[in-house]
T-cell receptor, first 114, second 112 residues
């Protein structure tokens, strides 16, 4: 049981390039989310999904796309990287029931756009 | 979700109890109080949560005031590994954890 796995751990992109940040979980969680964290700040929600085939926007969705074709995977796509997207990205997953359960986070992807 | 207010930083001596306060004066009756921590830019880690009763687990205790407008996270015997940013989050009980709202948290430094 690996939990939430993010790849890559580090990435440097040039302005205008595109890339996909991968997130996979092996806990059969229905809920998955992407956050970004800028220096000295808390995490901000980019996109989230409440199940395969269902996604929605969070607080800061511009410049990012997501899809959820399987329960396990929730990739985040940067369409045309900009320096403002330099940040640490965290993926999280949790159960979908109304129980009072917690979210599990990956170890993050540190992205630099030059 | 209700907003929370936390002090930006705190220090605590190693071996002593660390008491981290959180104000959530606009909390609704169906909202839980959750605590997460983030050690050195790793992914946030769940600590504890509660609705209105005090809670304790192997990591910490959570004390919620009777009016539920504030709470305190207690690390009973702080160690250097407890140095981290601690986030107090309030969320509606009936929804999942897919939309957590993080503030800037409290940076706790454990001093040897």
């Amino acid at each position: 049981n690996a939990g939430v796995t993010q790849t890559p751990k580090f990435q440097v992109l040039k302005t205008g390039q595109s890339m996909t940040l991968q997130c996979a979980q092996d806990m059969n969680h229905e809920y998955m989310s992407w956050y970004r964290q800028d220096p000295g700040m808390g995490l901000r929600l980019i996109h989230y999904s409440v199940g395969a085939g269902i996604t929605d926007q969070g607080e800061v969705p511009n410049g990012y796309n997501v899809s959820r074709s399987t329960t396990e995977d929730f990739p985040l796509r940067l369409l045309s990287a900009a320096p403002s997207q330099t940040s640490v990205y965290f993926c999280a997953s949790s159960y979908s029931t109304d129980r009072d359960t917690e979210a599990f986070f990956g170890q993050g992807t540190r992205l630099t756009v030059v | 979700d209700a907003k929370t207010t936390q002090p930006p930083s705190m220090d605590c001596a190693e071996g002593r109890a660390a008491n981290l306060p959180c104000n959530h004066s606009t909390i609704s009756g169906n909202e839980y109080v959750y605590w997460y921590r983030q050690i050195h830019s790793q992914g946030p880690q769940y600590i504890i949560h509660g609705l209105k009763n005090n809670e304790t687990n192997e990591m910490a205790s959570l004390i919620i005031t009777e009016d539920r407008k504030s709470s305190t996270l207690i690390l009973p015997h702080a160690t250097l590994r407890d140095t981290a940013v601690y986030y107090c989050i309030v969320r509606v009980a009936l929804f999942g954890n897919e939309k957590l709202t993080f503030g800037t948290g409290t940076r706790l430094t454990i001093i040897p």
